[in-house]
């Protein structure tokens, strides 16, 4: 089958679905491998960005969506959307980025880690579906735990939580305060730089006060 004619059943599949699709569903539809299939969506979504289309083909996880392209979404929000727009507190994106980082989180783990309450920020994320209840944990009381969905990747412009950027390092110090290893690393090379300097100059001064050898008197 051309490469062309794929496209198009690839881009009329996603959009008669008007939901993820996945790749195996994708793979056993066209008769091709993953990498095959991997191929051509990375050559279509070049097309659309090189086209200027309003459309753009997303990945999240092992599935693929054909989705407007989030810049123009203040022109789209309006007309096929009547409520109010979504809007993140400061808080609530620090307690969505906690639970992506650490997925089937108790809401006492959370509130360990922002030291305050979440149970307004949970709520609100559950109401807009960025994250789920993904059952019980194994601890006393049985608290539920979260996870974030599909919705948050697509938010965020992830295609799954490994895309998610690291995090820095960090280590506690004696006064039990977060001290970042990057830091630390760079503070150890100058540190080391300084005494490799100090000991060149002192070696040159020890060098300086040796005596001279006493030079031979020429026969005359």
Same mark, same amino acid.
């Given at each position: @089958?051309?490469?062309? =004619?794929?496209?198009?059943?690839?881009?009329?599949?996603?959009?008669? $679905?008007?939901? /993820?699709?996945? !790749?195996? &569903?994708? @793979?056993?539809?066209?008769?091709?491998?993953?990498?095959?299939?991997?191929?051509?969506?990375?050559?279509?979504?070049?097309?659309?960005?090189?086209?200027?289309?309003?459309?753009?083909?997303?990945?999240? %996880?092992?599935?693929?969506?054909?989705?407007?392209?989030?810049?123009?979404? !203040?022109?789209?929000?309006?007309?096929?959307?009547?409520?109010?727009?979504?809007?993140?507190?400061? $808080?609530?994106?620090?307690? *969505?980025?906690?639970? $992506?980082?650490?997925?089937?989180?108790?809401?006492?783990?959370?509130?360990?880690?922002?030291? *305050?309450?979440?149970?307004?920020?949970?709520?609100?994320?559950?109401?807009?579906?960025?994250?789920? &209840?993904?059952?019980?944990?194994?601890?006393?009381?049985?608290? @539920?735990?979260?996870?974030?969905? %599909?919705?948050?990747?697509? @938010?965020?412009?992830? $295609?799954?939580?490994?895309?998610?950027?690291?995090?820095?390092?960090?280590?506690? %110090?004696?006064?039990?305060?977060?001290?970042?290893? %990057?830091?630390?690393?760079?503070?150890?090379?100058? /540190?080391?730089?300084?005494?490799?300097?100090?000991?060149?100059?002192?070696?040159?001064?020890?060098? =300086?006060?040796?005596?001279?050898?006493?030079? &031979?008197?020429?026969?005359?």
């Amino acid at each position: @089958m051309e490469i062309e =004619k794929i496209k198009s059943i690839i881009e009329a599949i996603l959009f008669a $679905a008007g939901r /993820q699709v996945t !790749e195996k &569903e994708l @793979m056993i539809t066209l008769e091709i491998s993953r990498e095959d299939l991997e191929n051509i969506i990375l050559s279509m979504q070049e097309d659309y960005k090189m086209q200027y289309r309003g459309i753009e083909i997303i990945k999240v %996880d092992n599935s693929y969506q054909l989705c407007t392209k989030k810049e123009l979404y !203040e022109y789209i929000y309006p007309i096929l959307d009547k409520r109010s727009k979504p809007n993140l507190s400061n $808080a609530a994106l620090e307690t *969505v980025s906690i639970i $992506a980082y650490n997925p089937n989180i108790t809401r006492a783990e959370i509130e360990s880690i922002r030291g *305050v309450g979440a149970d307004a920020c949970i709520y609100k994320l559950l109401e807009y579906e960025l994250i789920q &209840e993904a059952g019980k944990a194994d601890l006393p009381g049985k608290p @539920m735990t979260y996870v974030t969905t %599909d919705k948050f990747l697509k @938010m965020f412009g992830y $295609a799954s939580l490994s895309d998610l950027p690291e995090l820095p390092r960090y280590k506690l %110090d004696e006064n039990q305060q977060i001290v970042i290893d %990057d830091l630390i690393q760079n503070e150890e090379t100058d /540190q080391n730089i300084e005494t490799d300097q100090n000991a060149e100059t002192e070696k040159d001064e020890v060098i =300086k006060e040796a005596p001279e050898p006493e030079r &031979e008197e020429e026969n005359q």
